[in-house]
T-cell receptor, first 111, second 112 residues
Framework: KNEVEQSPQNLTAQEGEFITINCSYS?????LHWLQQHPGGGIVSLFM???GKKKHGRLIATINIQEKHSSLHITASHPRDSAVYIC?????????????FGDGTTLTVKP | DAGITQSPRHKVTETGTPVTLRCHQT?????MYWYRQDPGHGLRLIHY???????DKGEVSDGYSVSRSKTEDFLLTLESATSSQTSVYFC???????????FGPGTRLTVT
């Protein structure tokens, strides 16, 4: 079992739908990172959080430390949201900020 | 923009040849990382650096070496490239107490 599990692996939605991507992890962490990667593109940081909730535009990230779970929500999804969304965790016992990455969730939003 | 560049952006090389990839940052941040990204796998850490001449191995370091002689440059070397090292390589940097990582644009390496 990987330290970081994302679900679903693939997700197809219609434009305007509310999207939820989940990330579960098995170790104690000091922070969790959500990243976005467009097809053929680079990797962009969306959120870094260690508790609670963060919001940026139509994106919302939440984390429940006790349940070792985080969710990324996209409201009013748009075709330009189509990308791979990656969850990464930094464990409490790591040094130099090393992180463990999930395999990513591929989101396709159809017009 | 965290000021990270990678060179080359694309490279095709033959099995057995040495290859060096360069990661350059403009902000003199302390931590730098090399990852590889392959279908079916998440980003996997090859090597990382926590200062000039201070480097350590990641989870997939076999066949790779690194050097950091200046704060701004982190070099990844494949001493003798193999087809299993065909991949997309990403460099990342981080700093401070949050260690939030910022990624370079990636290098697509094909070993034939």
């Amino acid at each position: 079992k990987n330290e970081v599990e994302q679900s679903p692996q693939n997700l197809t939605a219609q434009e305007g739908e509310f999207i939820t991507i989940n990330c579960s992890y098995s170790v104690g962490i000091s922070a969790l990172h959500w990243l976005q990667q467009h097809p053929g593109g680079g990797i962009v940081s969306l959120f870094m959080l260690s508790s609670g909730k963060k919001k940026h535009g139509r994106l919302i990230a939440t984390i429940n430390i006790q349940e070792k779970h985080s969710s990324l929500h996209i409201t009013a999804s748009h075709p330009r949201d189509s990308a791979v969304y990656i969850c990464a965790v930094r464990s409490q016992n790591t040094n130099a900020g090393k992180s463990t990455f999930g395999d990513g969730t591929t989101l396709t939003v159809k017009p | 923009d965290a000021g990270i560049t990678q060179s080359p952006r694309h490279k095709v090389t033959e099995t057995g040849t040495p290859v060096t990839l360069r990661c350059h940052q403009t902000e003199n941040h302390r931590y730098m990382y090399w990852y590889r990204q392959d279908p079916g796998h998440g980003l996997r850490l090859i090597h990382y650096s926590y200062g000039v001449k201070d480097t350590d191995k990641g989870e997939v370091s076999d066949g790779y070496s690194v050097s950091r002689s200046k704060t701004e440059d982190f070099l990844l070397t494949l001493e003798s490239a193999t087809s299993s090292q065909t991949s997309v390589y990403f460099c990342a940097i981080s700093w401070g107490t949050t260690y939030e990582q910022y990624f370079g644009p990636g290098t697509r390496l094909t070993v034939t």
